[in-house]
Structures are given as C-alpha cells and as structure tokens.
C-alpha cells in the first residue's frame, strides 16, 4: 500500500460536469491576443510588427535568454496591434493582435512528420526549445530548462496524470484519448534526460485513465527496456504538487528550498509531454491547449482544444454562453487558480481551465480574525504555519515570513484557506509576502 502525504484535503471534486466530455477542436477564432509573458522567466520580445501577414505557427516573439521561451502565432491573418493587455496573472502584459484571415495553413518549415530515430537528446532539447514548449500543468516552466539539468545525474521521471484541482478535467480526457501520444512523450522526455526509470502517478478516481495508460506504456515503453509503473494514487489534495508526488511514488523527500533535481528526479505534466512528442515527431510549436470549461454558471461545460489567445469570451461562448452572472470567474482550477475580473483574458500556454462558479460553489464570505483553531495547520500537506502567512502580510513582516516560517516552502495549494472557519485569505497573504520578498531582493 502506498504511503500518502501528510495533511491534505478533500474538497468536492465537481469533475462529473465534463469527466465524460470529449475534448472538442474549437473552431478558428476571428481574433488571438497572444501575451509575450507565458513563461517563467523573461518575457519574449515581438520579432513581427503592425500590419505583418502571418501564418499558423510563425514564430512572433523570441525568447530572451535561457530561462525564456518562444511565441508562435496559433491563427493565420495580420497582426493589427502589438500592445499591452489583458493577463489573467500579471494584469497587463504586452501581446501580439491578429486577426484571421480564414485560413488554417501552417507556415513554411514545418514538417507535420519527422524520422525521429536519428535525433540524439541534444537535438530533441533545441527542437522543445525554438518551439516555445512550457510546463502545462500550470507552473510554465520552460520546458527545455528542465530538460537540461546540468552536472546533476537524474535517475526519474515522473509523469503528473494526478490532475487533483476539482472541476479540471483536461489531463484526464489528454490520457483518455491521447494515452499513445503521452506515452511516446514520456519515452521522448526519458531518451533526453538519459534516465530507465519512470511513473506515472494517476489519482485512484480516474481508473479508466490507469488503464488507458498501462496499455499504451506496454506497447510504446516496454520494447526500450523502460521501466515504466503507472500508479493509482489516493486521491487527496494535492496529490499533484511535484513534491507530494515525489514523496509518494519514491518515497525521497524534495529538501526545504531544493529542487525535484536534488533528488534525481524531474516531473512533467501529461500535457507537457504530448506538446513535446507534437513538437520533435511533427515540428509543431505550442499553439494550443486543452482547457476544461467548466462551472455551475456555464451552459454546456466542455474540454476544448484552443488556440492560445482565444478569449475567455469566446471560450465561453463555444460551450453556449453563461447561465447567470457568475459569482467568480478563475482561471484554473479553484484552489490554485487565479481570479478574473473579466472575460475579455486571453487563454494563455498554463490556461488548464476556465470556471464560472455561482455563489452556492464559492468558498467565501466575511473574514473574522484568527481564532486559533489549528486546522490550517493540520491541513498543510508541507507542515508550514499558515496563519502565521496571514498575520505577517498584514504587518509587511515579509522577510519574518522567509527567514522564520519557511515560506518558500508554501506552494500555494490553498488547503489553508480552503479549511479556515474564519474564512482567511492565506494563500493572497503568502503570494503577496513572496511578491514583497522579490522586490525586496531587487531592490539590493
Ligand atoms: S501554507 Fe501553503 S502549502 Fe501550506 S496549506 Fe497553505 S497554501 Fe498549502
Ligand atoms: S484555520 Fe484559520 S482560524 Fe484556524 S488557526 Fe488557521 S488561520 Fe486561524
């Protein structure tokens, strides 16, 4: 039996709404608003300008520097506008404006179909690289930076098909329907990062998910002499966070302020390994994404394959529109998600999902003081002190936060504020003590 995590929730999973929704191809939107910010890292700079004709897949913005990623355009038609707008994490970011034309052409150069047999790992990293591939799983990361992980001597690789956020369904659906395509990933990403051992960590309330996968692992892994365990896990929140997964499936604990890398392991996102297989087997850059379109304010919830840069709007609008006026609007799942004001945001690379959530699905309410219950505590799947998060950001005590409470450590999985009676905003408290901590750094 495996072991689990320490703390934990287990909220309403609300997955039913789309769990049995195939992912549908959304048509051609008639305008993309493409950030230059989709990426940890720096922000890409436009290589096109105002009035550039463009096809799908043309590259529009390079990269700037090694922890930075490309931009390609998702539509063919010209660019109408290189501006700052809407960004469902940054508020405004600078984005490339095209409109389409019509057509659905991919630009020149790239092959739809590649002999991959004489590709080394080097070339696989440059091709994930020039064709803009981040982590899918939310986090963004640049793909390629992961993949290249230095002196340091790996010996796993460990696939998140854990999907815990209720309500998204995107990762399920991907190894519903595309288990070959994440198994030829997975087999792509263990050739670069030279390693035999994999996982692939399912939560235990996606079976047919587990299946799917064995099968496709038994006929594209086994011949390379991989050894590949596709794991049910316990379904508890957050058994997606890289560090509870690493704990769980090799019992190695990732170090406080470490890496997965410090413990020879590296966690891709089912979704991440499938842009990667598109990528080297096809030539094809990062120019759409499932996303799971989903809540009780939503006419019909969906998981659609979008363009990056198609609106919330329009998003919507393809599963019939709203219901009612939604009490909260998030991009991504609602425990790790971000909250949206507007649906005039574009779907970004790390858009997993988009909810509109009525008052009777929202965890909120008047905030009272902290009346030292200790759920938080006993909630915290990393043994952090959450409301300490909380009464620190009030007095701007930022660097208290670091030094005494480890915060670095959090990762923002909302357990805390999910539990507290007194309804605490301790997951803003700790992004804004992080937010403090970088300026202050900056600052030096
Ligand atoms: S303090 Fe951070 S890691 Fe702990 S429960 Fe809260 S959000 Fe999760
Ligand atoms: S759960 Fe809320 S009320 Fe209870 S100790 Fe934590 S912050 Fe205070």
Redesign the pocket.
Known sequence: MLKTFRGGIHPKDSKTLTSNCPIEIAPIPQKVIIPLRQHIGAMATPVVKRGDIVKKGQLIAQNQGFVSSNIHTSICGIVVDICDYNHGTFGKCLSVIIESNGEDEWCEGIPLERDMSALSGKDIVKIVQSLGIVGLGGATFPTHVKLQPGEVKLDTLILNGSECEPYLTADYRIMLEWAEKVAEGMKLTMKILNVKKGYIGIEDNKPEAVVEMKEAIENICKADGLNIEVVALPTKYPQGAEKMLIKVLTGREVPSGGLPTDVKVVVQNVGTVVAIYDAVAKGIPLVERVVTISGGAIKEPKNMLLRVGTTFADAVNYCGGLTSEPKKIVMGGPMMGFAQYTLDIPIAKGTSGILALTEKEVNSGTV??????????E?CPMGLV??MF?NLADKDAFLEAKEDYNLLDCVECGS?SY????K?K?VQAVRYNKLQCVSAANKK
């Open positions: 009272y003081p902290c009346i030292r219950c200790g759920r938080c505590l909630a959450p409301s909380a805390c539990v507290c009676p007194s605490r301790i």
